[in-house]
């Protein structure tokens, strides 16, 4: 069953490279909700004292770039076909097209990405005034949530569980696993877990 646009928002919000404004924008999201769900809450609070340098060393680290490999590369082509751009970006990307989705400059399959269409897809559930229209909104977010991120979000969830070191990117994964389901972490995260003097190259110099 597909969740309320909030969820989505807060979670693809999460997956963002962290700014200055970066905690502001999370609490912000957490404060649309009407009842706070406790993984919402705990993704907040793990943020309180949270350094903005030691975030971004550690997104840089899981999303982008480490030694041997990120970790968690937040794309469903890496997941499903094990390679970045794949055919299931091409897919997603024409969905988007269809319901005038503009580009964002990230790739199309990244999670944020597919996070932020479906809050899109709830909204207009919500909003539109034709029932037809309500409807195609209703029935294409349970299919994009099938297909999509429950076939993939899982194991992002269980790797960043197994990899984070930091408490709110562990907090993202037991969010993930909450909405999304549970699934074994891959042998990529298990190895980066295992391997305390692994260097890191910040591609941020």
């Given amino acids: 069953m597909a969740a309320e646009p909030q969820v989505y928002e807060i979670l693809a919000q999460a997956l963002l490279y962290p700014d200055a404004a970066f905690a502001a924008r999370m609490q912000a999201r957490v404060q649309a909700f009407s009842v706070v769900p406790a993984w919402a809450q705990q993704l907040v609070d793990a943020l309180s004292g949270a350094a903005l340098e030691d975030l971004q060393t550690e997104h840089v680290r899981l999303f982008v770039n480490a030694y041997g490999g990120a970790p968690c590369l937040p794309y469903e082509s890496v997941y499903a076909e094990r390679q970045v751009l794949g055919e299931v970006a091409q897919e997603v990307a024409a969905l988007y097209a269809q319901w005038g989705v503009e580009e964002t400059g990230e790739m199309p399959d990244h999670a944020a990405v597919e996070l932020a269409f479906a809050a899109q897809l709830a909204r207009l559930r919500q909003v539109v005034e034709a029932r037809e229209d309500r409807e195609l909104a209703r029935q294409t977010l349970?299919?994009?949530?099938?297909?999509?991120?429950?076939?993939?979000?899982?194991g992002l969830a269980a790797d960043l569980r197994v990899a984070a070191e930091l408490t709110f990117y562990q907090a993202l994964g037991v969010a993930l696993q909450t909405v999304f389901g549970v699934k074994e972490a891959s042998g990529r995260a298990r190895r980066h877990a295992a391997s305390a003097d692994d260097l890191f190259l910040d591609l941020r110099v």
């Fill in 142 to 154: 349970e299919e994009f949530e099938r297909d999509h991120l429950r076939a993939w979000l899982p």
